[in-house]
């Protein structure tokens, strides 16, 4: 059993930084693969990054390339979501999940995924 809870989310104006944070509590984090998924109003879940279990392999979706980073700190049980250059379109509820089934290959299918968080929500204004 894995408990997850994000923190971090808010509202922020075109062009800013957030950091959102996932506590993990529960099975051994450093044994499986973490990612961000991001759900927007009357869309389906979306991958947004992912990570290994050792952090040393990172994932992105295009749509983030380049101004999202995704790392984790295995002694905090925490995964974090470095978001920068914010725009309208990133305004999603964002949700981290925990892949308890494999450590190095990181999934983007939201089927790939055990344990899902009750999400943060993050608005960015035009």
């Known amino acids: 059993q894995v408990q997850l809870v994000e923190s971090g989310g808010g509202l922020v104006q075109a062009g800013g930084s957030l950091r959102l944070s996932c506590a993990a509590s529960?099975?051994?984090?450093?044994?499986?693969?973490m990612a961000w998924f991001r759900q927007a109003p009357g869309k389906e879940r979306e991958f947004v990054a992912g990570v290994n279990w050792s952090g040393g392999s990172t994932y992105y979706a295009d749509s983030v390339k380049g101004r999202f980073t995704i790392s984790r700190d295995n002694a905090k049980k925490t995964v974090y979501l470095q978001m920068n250059s914010l725009k309208p379109e990133d305004t999603a509820v964002y949700h981290c999940a925990a892949d308890l089934r494999r450590g190095v290959i990181v999934s983007t299918k939201t089927g790939g995924y055990d344990y899902w968080g009750q999400g943060t929500q993050v608005t960015v204004s035009s």
């Open positions: 529960g099975r051994t984090f450093s044994d499986y693969a």
